[in-house]
């Protein structure tokens, strides 16, 4: 008998996504998905011990005095979603630029005119600790109701010392606070800031001060485990992000990167030899750059609503996919380019707009977006050994988490923090986060 | 004074949409929305009797011993959405189908293979009443999740007299007991059913059908105020869709057309010269059908969530616009080619991918809906006069209902109906059918 606290039992299909370890790439086709029909997960101190048939549970899984059980009625259970790229740390919305492109600006031309991640910057600096801590809250909340459990969450509306800091800050407090995972990346090179400007060297001088007295502090004070440059003409050329990733790499982070999101700039490719872990955007990438990361260990990590947000073409996930590349899907939510925190969303997007499968499309935003982040052996699917961080759907179809376009039918979030909580004997836990 | 039942104040925006009778064509910017800062909107029995400035409301309007009163508390106000092209009554849903076209298949391919429509009528033929009904019911309280407090549903998966009798009826009943205003269409000539096919003359038979047995019944009944028919290649041709609506015109029906959806065959023109309220779709409608529209009162309903469900390209939205043709924007919500009940996504999805600003989607889902339905002098702003039907939004900025993607910010919805309906003297009425 497995000793569990925690049993779910009765989902119509409990979607495991069990499979070798690390990113999933070739051919994804739904058994891919490891459905179990009526299908139960025990759980002890927010760790998966066994999955398998409901009418197994009993004889199998031995329920500690302390043990809740939660009946999913036939319904979906999912892993939770794991949403390897967001930007929640800023200060004040941009709907005013969202209107000016309805109207017919252009992203790149709303930047050039002061807009753009400029505009976030300024304001940003100009907040307290506590409204960024409680934009990121906000977001994250909103992330949660949606079914994700598990997010990366970037600084990089700083763009100085103080206030990249209390931007880390912001994400390391309500990390602590919140029953979802939050794992930190250091962005400061978002862009490059307004007193650089004028410089003939502005960007290599901001990324030299970005090594020499930003990131040592992060990495001090463990602020962050990632560390991501935005890697695009006009911001910065492919030498200096190699340069910038190099050092951060040398100092023990993790490396991801913003590649090819509005020209083709070899970032791909770059992200693949300096072994990132995720190459983020690719909307332009060259043919050369899907070869590079089909042949690597980084993850195509995929924002096509960023695509959707502004208006540009989706990014190629057909090629990528059938070169054999691990995709993953993620919002990019952020304040100037995707105002979204729907995963959701993102996976019928994929489906209707990029020219994903369904199947695909999950796995891309729970496996692969694991995986995207360096945590597969704990995060995205449903298999003994990993966290129990679930989705209830009020669904009987795995396959309607796509077809329900932008109403999503969350019946219940549980993530294995709650779980983890010590709780009095004999009372409920894993009670839902939330309901929607 | 005024005298008034209802009172809601600090409306950090309340957007009226105020204007003059009937559809907006012409340039529509945000002076259109006629957006009173700081307002406030009193009602009686469920009818706007007076909008102005918070801090007016004490001198003109005198609230009735048993009126209660709502603070805004600075958030956006706006009139309920109307979603004026709706199929909400069916039997089964078709993620099936769904999957089929995320691995390849093309949507007339999938009908043409026994899926599609008639996929949907075996089974509602099948389906119990109670089970139309309930399907009716759970669409109609998601779309009012979102706002939506007038929504126009079709008939139409059912192809004979018992079926579509029983079809209009779980309209009717869900109707009476919602706190919506669903206005109902006979949409019988949605398809050719199976027990036609074969005929040398299937479609013609089946129309002569229609108007010969089923319409005098539904009219005799009061089950429909309009008729809509699929003009459209492969199901009733431009001839075909003529004789019918001149038919269902002469015994008092209002006309509506499903034109030029995946192919142009004249149904724009065809809807303007018969004077129909709205012609939907017009994916692919030609310059000559722009132009007729927008020299006609024909409302040109865009339904884009179709198309970006589909794979579709989007409509001419701006080509109509410029043309000066009244433009409004509906979900199309149904099992096939469009499972979205969301008008706020409609109205995201119009303005990031279709080409609308923000104010021109904003006035196509009210104002110009209404008038597609006909009721422009009761539905689709606030105004004195019209039906007390709003969305408290919590948002401080109108422009954010499109900047927020997929994730609606809706904190009440109030309609007409609850308020009118009579209530203990001093309770607190208007309450929120919602909260989200």
């Not at 704990?378 to 961080?389: I, Q, V, Y």
Request: hydrophobic share 45%.
């Amino acid at each position: 008998m497995i000793e569990a606290d925690f049993l779910v039992y009765h989902a119509g299909q409990l979607v495991t996504l069990k499979g070798p370890p690390g990113p999933r790439r070739g051919p994804i086709s739904p058994s891919s998905l490891s459905i179990l029909p009526d299908g139960a997960m025990a759980a002890r101190a927010g760790r998966i011990v066994w999955t398998g048939p409901t009418d197994s549970a009993a004889r199998e899984v031995g329920l500690l005095p302390s043990a809740a059980e939660q009946d999913a009625g036939g319904r979906v259970v999912t892993p939770g979603w794991v949403d390897s790229h967001t930007h929640p740390v800023f200060h004040g919305t941009r709907q005013e630029e969202f209107a000016m492109r309805a109207a017919g600006a252009d992203y790149e031309e709303i930047a050039g005119a002061g807009g753009g991640i400029l505009n976030s910057v300024r304001r940003t600096r100009l907040a307290t600790s506590d409204q960024l801590e409680s934009t990121m809250l906000l977001h994250a909340s909103n992330m949660l109701r949606f079914g994700t459990t598990t997010l990366e969450a970037k600084s990089g509306y700083g763009l100085d010392l103080d206030s990249e800091l209390r931007s880390l800050e912001a994400i390391a407090s309500v990390s602590r606070s919140s029953s979802q995972t939050i794992l930190a990346t250091f962005m400061g090179a978002h862009e490059v800031p307004e007193e650089y400007r004028g410089r003939p060297d502005a960007a290599a001088d901001y990324l030299a001060y970005l090594v020499d007295t930003v990131l040592p502090v992060v990495k001090e004070r463990g602020l962050a485990r990632f560390v991501d440059i935005f890697c695009e003409k006009g911001v910065f050329s492919p030498e200096q992000s190699r340069w910038f990733l190099e050092r951060a790499s040398a100092m023990g982070f993790e490396l991801r990167m913003h590649a090819d999101e509005f020209h083709d700039s070899g970032g791909a490719a770059l992200a693949a030899e300096l072994g990132a872990l995720s190459a983020d955007h690719l909307l332009c990438v060259s043919n050369a750059g899907i070869r590079a990361l089909a042949s690597s260990a980084t993850v195509a990590t995929l924002l096509p609503g960023t695509a959707f947000f502004l208006g540009k073409p989706y990014p190629p996930a057909r090629e990528l996919l059938d070169a054999g590349a691990a995709v993953a899907l993620a919002t990019d939510f952020n304040p100037g380019s995707c105002f979204c925190e729907s995963m959701p969303f993102m996976v019928s997007l994929a489906v209707c707009q990029v020219g994903m499968t369904i199947e695909e499309a999950l796995v891309a935003a729970t496996v692969n977006g694991a995986a995207a982040l360096g945590v597969a052996d704990t995060k995205g699917s449903l298999e003994p050994g990993k966290d129990a961080d679930f989705v209830i759907w009020n669904l009987d179809d795995y396959r309607s988490i796509a077809y329900h376009l932008a109403v999503p039918d969350v019946e219940a979030v549980y993530t294995s923090a709650q779980q983890a909580v010590p709780r009095a004997s004999g009372r409920a836990s894993g009670d839902p986060k939330t309901g929607a």
